[in-house]
């Protein structure tokens, strides 16, 4: 059974760091593109970043480029989103989602159950 | 690209025939999903491709449309069907973008 479980979420001042694990199990982890997605409270959903199945692309959202990295481990089936400069408008359940393995349909086909992070003075 | 979907709302009985609406501000091709999302879960992918259903997906849950105007049609609205529902582009990206979500509501 395909589970994708974060980790990492918390609450962190304004300027600090965190860094967000998904623990992937129950498919062929180095075989997908996976992503990050955030939902701020009562909001929709936002795309945060993209890495391929490699490492060797990888794209952000506007709003997190230059502050966030997103990484992955393949050896330990394992995607992460270090975040630096937090900021108040960063508060939100981040996602793990796995991308369709076609590629030109790279919806998200799996999702995990998302962590929280608030970010607050 | 900016997805729009249409009402932000909707209040219906259960029973009922729903659609709702996803417009693209460019021509997306087929390159667009269906996610449903209840309170306190991650969001669940329904409809890709424009029209295929996900995997264990039920047969009242269709999804139509290419180029800008996108529907998803829920027969029959049963009670574990009253949820968020957002439509998603995949065709040009670079931001893989989201419409608002629309809320199906118990009227």
């Known amino acids: 059974q395909v589970h994708l479980v974060e980790s990492g979420g918390g609450v962190v001042q304004p300027g600090r760091s965190l860094r967000l694990s998904c623990a992937a199990s129950?498919?062929?982890?180095?075989?997908?593109?996976m992503h990050w997605v955030r939902q701020a409270p009562g909001k929709g959903l936002e795309w945060v970043a993209v890495?391929?199945?490699?490492?060797?692309?990888?794209y952000y959202a506007d709003s997190v480029k230059g502050r966030f990295t997103i990484s992955r481990d393949n050896s330990m089936d394992t995607l992460y989103l270090q975040m630096d400069s937090l900021r108040v408008e960063d508060t939100a359940v981040y996602y793990c989602?796995?991308?369709?393995?076609?590629?030109?349909?790279?919806?998200?086909?799996?999702w995990g159950q998302g962590t929280m992070v608030t970010v607050s003075a | 690209l900016v997805m729009t979907q249409t009402p932000a709302t909707l209040s219906v009985s259960p029973g009922e025939r729903v659609t709702l609406s996803c417009r693209a501000s460019?021509?997306?091709?087929?390159?667009l999903a269906w996610y449903q999302q209840k309170p306190g879960q991650a969001p669940r992918l329904l409809i890709y491709?424009?029209?295929t259903r996900a995997t264990g997906v039920p047969a009242r849950f269709s999804g139509s449309g290419s180029g800008t105007e996108f529907t998803l049609t829920i027969n029959s609205l049963q009670s574990e069907d009253f949820a968020v529902y957002y439509c998603?582009?995949?065709?040009?990206?670079?931001?893989?973008?989201f419409g608002q979500g629309t809320k199906v509501e118990i009227k």
């Open positions: 998603q582009q995949y065709d040009n990206w670079p931001p893989w973008t």
């Open positions: 460019q021509s997306v091709s087929s390159y």
């Open positions: 491709d424009a029209s």
């Open positions: 890495i391929w199945y490699d490492g060797s692309s990888i």
């Open positions: 989602t796995r991308e369709d393995l076609s590629p030109l349909s790279p919806y998200f086909d799996t």
């Open positions: 129950g498919f062929t982890f180095n075989s997908y593109g």
